[in-house]
């Protein structure tokens, strides 16, 4: 198992922590994120993009002039798509933008993701992250202590101080770790875990 230092919200050493590799020491496989963090960026698509058809516009069905003998071209009825106010044609409809990905894909992705941070040193592990207030400025101070100013930080529980003091820093999300996802661990330059996190990961992907 590595170990690695903990720390608190000063960016002082308290202690150390066992890190189980079968989580923080899989061998990183791009294709295997590429494919979950592609599915997952398709789930997060709304798909309701949707024009109204020539049988969705209102208007007559009526010939708008015969057929022959006028000298123009032939047209059927006023909802024609070569008309202004027609109908479009081969426009969207509602639809799943939605990518099957097996469960253990996902999972196995999750570990690559974490290991993939513990191997280029951006993962930090604290102590706790508690605060007695919600105020920005004490959590931009935190999160300088602790050298993480592009950062997911992972919660074991709600933390409504610690959530409603960061919502308006940029380039920082703070996550419960039910919520924790490859996409958010790699987007973000530094990752920082509560202790806790770590014993509930390895209940969590440790099978």
Same mark, same amino acid.
């Given at each position: 198992?590595?170990?690695?230092? @903990?720390?608190?919200?000063?960016?002082?050493? @308290?202690?150390?922590?066992? =890190?189980?590799?079968?989580?923080?020491?899989?061998?990183?496989?791009?294709? !295997?994120?590429?494919?979950? @963090?592609?599915?997952?960026?398709?789930?997060?698509?709304?798909?309701?993009?949707?024009?109204?058809? $020539?049988?969705?516009?209102?208007?007559?069905? /009526?010939?708008?002039? $015969?057929?022959?003998?006028?000298?123009?071209?032939? *047209?059927?009825?006023?909802?024609?798509?070569?008309? /202004?106010?027609?109908? @479009?044609?081969?426009?969207?409809?509602? $639809?799943?933008?939605?990518?099957? !990905?097996?469960?253990?894909?996902?999972?196995?992705?999750?570990?690559?993701? =974490?290991?993939?941070?513990?191997?280029?040193?951006?993962?930090?592990?604290?102590?706790?992250?508690?605060?007695? /207030?919600?105020?920005?400025?004490?959590?931009?101070?935190?999160?300088?202590?602790?050298?993480?100013?592009?950062? =997911?930080?992972?919660?074991?529980? *709600?933390?409504?101080? #610690?959530?409603?003091?960061? $919502?308006?820093?940029?380039?920082?999300?703070?996550?419960?770790?039910?919520?924790?996802? !490859?996409?958010?661990? #790699?987007?973000?330059?530094? #990752?920082?875990? #509560?202790?806790? !996190?770590?014993?509930?990961?390895?209940?969590?992907?440790?099978?």
């Amino acid at each position: 198992m590595a170990t690695v230092e @903990v720390i608190n919200i000063n960016g002082e050493k @308290v202690s150390e922590t066992e =890190l189980p590799e079968a989580i923080f020491d899989i061998e990183v496989k791009p294709a !295997v994120l590429h494919q979950v @963090v592609i599915a997952q960026l398709a789930g997060r698509r709304a798909g309701t993009a949707s024009v109204k058809r $020539r049988s969705d516009v209102k208007g007559s069905t /009526r010939k708008l002039y $015969r057929q022959k003998g006028t000298g123009r071209a032939r *047209k059927g009825d006023i909802k024609s798509p070569i008309l /202004r106010g027609g109908g @479009v044609v081969f426009g969207p409809s509602p $639809r799943s933008h939605e990518k099957k !990905v097996p469960k253990k894909m996902k999972r196995l992705a999750l570990k690559m993701a =974490l290991s993939s941070k513990l191997a280029s040193k951006e993962l930090v592990v604290l102590d706790s992250f508690e605060m007695e /207030r919600i105020k920005t400025k004490d959590f931009v101070r935190a999160i300088e202590n602790i050298d993480a100013g592009n950062a =997911l930080i992972v919660t074991d529980q *709600k933390n409504e101080n #610690l959530e409603l003091s960061s $919502r308006n820093v940029k380039g920082v999300k703070v996550l419960r770790q039910e919520g924790l996802n !490859v996409y958010d661990v #790699l987007k973000y330059e530094k #990752l920082v875990l #509560l202790e806790p !996190v770590v014993r509930a990961l390895e209940g969590r992907l440790g099978q």
